[in-house]
Nanobody, 126 residues
């Protein structure tokens, strides 16, 4: 069993920044890809960013490319999402997820991920 706990969400003005963290317990993440997804009210969950098991490969949704950065600290069993130049349309609950397949590269498909956090709310005001 893997437990993922997100933190760092909050209310920010458009143009501002937030840094989300996701701490894993119950399993080391150093051989697993990690992903961030988000879900806005009335919308389906959508891919935001993913990072490969070793951190050498990152993938981003077009809507966040150039503004968001995903990173990981395997020693701390933590993955981060740095969000800059936030826009009102970034408002959503943000979830982190782990793909427990060994040496995974990071997928945009939520079905590839086995465990999910409870989410953290990000609200961007205009």
């Amino acid at each position: 069993q893997v437990l993922l706990v997100e933190s760092g969400g909050g209310l920010v003005q458009a143009g501002g920044s937030l840094r989300l963290s996701c701490v894993a317990s119950g399993r080391t993440i150093n051989r697993s890809a990690m992903g961030w997804f988000r879900q806005a009210p009335g919308k389906e969950r959508e891919f935001v960013a993913a990072i490969s098991w070793g951190g050498s490969r990152t993938t981003y949704a077009d809507s966040v490319k150039g503004r968001f950065t995903i990173s990981r600290d395997n020693a701390a069993n933590t993955v981060y999402l740095q969000m800059n130049i936030l826009k009102p349309e970034d408002t959503a609950v943000y979830y982190c997820a782990i793909d427990t397949a060994t040496f995974s590269s990071g997928s945009t498909n939520p079905r590839q991920y086995d465990y999910w956090g409870q989410g953290t709310q990000v609200t961007v005001s205009s």
